[in-house]
């Protein structure tokens, strides 16, 4: 039950049928919009902690257009409709609601482990290192009370990457549980590689926002977190005693490289063999936990998902077909159950359903 407001949350994922839906939504994004008649109307995507889906109103007016903006809560009613294969919202009215009215519980999609049993497993993983300044220097960081809070809760994108509270935190534990197993499998250093898969993506706990409306920082535009990422390394290695130049070098190396290429963004392309497994790393992450994302919140109908963009695809949302056993011919199963015989197939013929039939003249 929404608090202050005297009706059930229902969540986009559980929207269905011609029925009218009524529910408290927040609005993710707002824009005002012409028609080939002229006629003005708003799209709008509404959102909650199911997934979010695409939302018109038909009927223009100023005060929907000053009071409700990104970000707003919104009770909406309305009916779901279907356009080109994929749900749509069809509002037919939208009023404001405050947010000391909502549980913000309904409006933040959030990684499927609890945080802090990550961040357990991701400091287990630093204890098992064997190189004394790589380890020194992640406890360190790991350990910082601001880095940690942030890194608990942090989407690990703003819309696309692990864009969901603790997102971050899921993505750097998973890439650090795969660095463990492939350093070994491909004999190179797993103190550098695990230290690139925490590193990699830390700093944006400085380039993004949390809460429910994730947007990029001013230091994330004007800096950005490969260069915080230098930074980071820097402040924490110069309070350890002796910290080798050359060990810092091939660490900054590998935060610097490990969007893999100069088309992507990345500053240097991997020269390492561990700055390129962390970039690879890195890459097969994101782009499975997208995967992921999209089979859960694409609101097109069917087992395929609407054209993905960034993606250049559409996807198959379903499991895919799987058989613990050989599938049995009839003959197989007819002599292990003879009674099953009349069940798959007839019995009267269709001679014996027309005998004693007449055409009368």
Request: net charge neutral.
């Amino acid at each position: 039950m929404l608090r202050g407001v005297t009706m059930t949350k229902i969540f986009i994922s559980d929207f269905a049928g011609k029925q009218e839906i009524e529910t408290v939504l927040l609005v993710k994004l707002i824009n005002t919009m012409e028609g080939k008649d002229g006629k003005k109307y708003f799209n709008i995507i509404l959102s909650d902690s199911s997934g979010e889906i695409e939302s018109r109103l038909w009927q223009y007016s100023t005060e929907v257009e000053s009071e409700i903006t990104r970000g707003t809560f919104a009770r909406v009613k309305g009916k779901l409709n279907f356009y080109q294969g994929k749900k749509q919202f069809i509002i037919s009215s939208i009023t404001k609601v405050n947010q000391d009215q909502v549980d913000m519980d309904d409006f933040v999609m959030k990684a499927k482990a609890d945080p802090e049993e990550m961040f357990k497993a991701l400091t287990n993983i630093v204890e098992d290192l064997t190189d004394v300044y790589i380890k020194e220097l992640l406890k360190n960081i790991l350990g910082d009370a601001e880095i940690s809070r942030r890194l608990k809760t942090w989407q690990a994108g703003k819309s696309i990457h692990h864009a969901y509270q603790s997102g971050l935190l899921e993505h750097i534990l998973s890439c650090s549980q795969l660095g463990v197993i492939l350093s070994k499998h491909y004999q190179v250093n797993v103190n550098y590689v695990v230290a690139g898969c925490i590193l990699h993506d830390l700093c944006k706990i400085y380039e993004l926002t949390d809460g429910v409306n994730v947007e990029y920082t001013e230091e994330g535009k004007l800096v950005g977190h490969l260069v915080k990422g230098l930074e980071i390394v820097d402040r924490f290695s110069y309070r350890i005693k002796n910290f080798p130049y050359q060990l810092k070098l091939h660490l900054k190396h590998i935060l610097l490289a490990h969007h893999g290429e100069y088309e992507y963004g990345s500053p240097k392309i991997p020269q390492t063999s561990e700055a390129y497994l962390v970039h690879l790393i890195d890459l097969m992450d994101s782009k499975m936990g997208t995967l992921d994302l999209i089979k859960k919140t694409d609101s097109t109908t069917g087992t395929w998902s609407g054209y993905i963009k960034h993606l250049d695809r559409i996807v198959y949302k379903s499991e895919l077909p799987f058989y613990p056993e050989y599938i049995e011919e009839e003959e197989e199963k007819l002599k292990k159950n003879p009674r099953s015989k009349s069940e798959v197939s007839p019995t009267t013929s269709l001679g014996k359903m027309l005998s004693g039939f007449k055409v009368s003249e």
